[in-house]
């Protein structure tokens, strides 16, 4: 069993900074593949970010490119979303993921990850 624990998300506004962190428990967080994801109100959960476990892959995908990054500490468990020149668009309920038993699916899709956090709001005022 594998809990997260998403913290950092707050208002803030159009341009701003905010950095969320997601908590991690289990013995092999090294090995699992992480992501962050979004949801809207009344839209779909939305890929952000993924990184693998070494930490020396990353995706995104064009709507969060070179606005977005996504780190990981494995000595610490945790990984991380730091997200800049923020817009009225991105904001949603963030939501850390992880994939313990990543087989080569497309960190795109939701059904590659098996635990999930309760999420953290961000808002993004004009």
């Known amino acids: 069993q594998v809990q997260l624990v998403e913290s950092g998300g707050g208002l803030v506004q159009a341009g701003g900074s905010l950095r969320l962190s997601c908590a991690a428990s289990?013995?092999?967080?090294?090995?699992?593949?992480m992501g962050w994801f979004r949801q809207a109100p009344g839209k779909e959960r939305e890929f952000v970010a993924s990184?693998?476990?070494?930490?020396?892959?990353?995706v995104y995908p064009d709507s969060v490119k070179g606005r977005f990054t996504i780190s990981r500490d494995n000595a610490k468990n945790a990984v991380y979303l730091q997200m800049d020149s923020l817009k009225p668009e991105d904001t949603a309920v963030y939501y850390c993921?992880?994939?313990?038993?990543?087989?080569?699916?497309?960190?795109?899709?939701?059904?590659?990850?098996?635990?999930w956090g309760q999420g953290t709001q961000v808002t993004v005022s004009s």
């Open positions: 990184i693998s476990g070494s930490g020396s892959s990353t």
């Open positions: 993921a992880a994939s313990t038993k990543f087989t080569g699916l497309s960190v795109r899709f939701t059904s590659t990850y098996d635990y």
């Open positions: 289990g013995r092999t967080f090294s090995t699992y593949v």
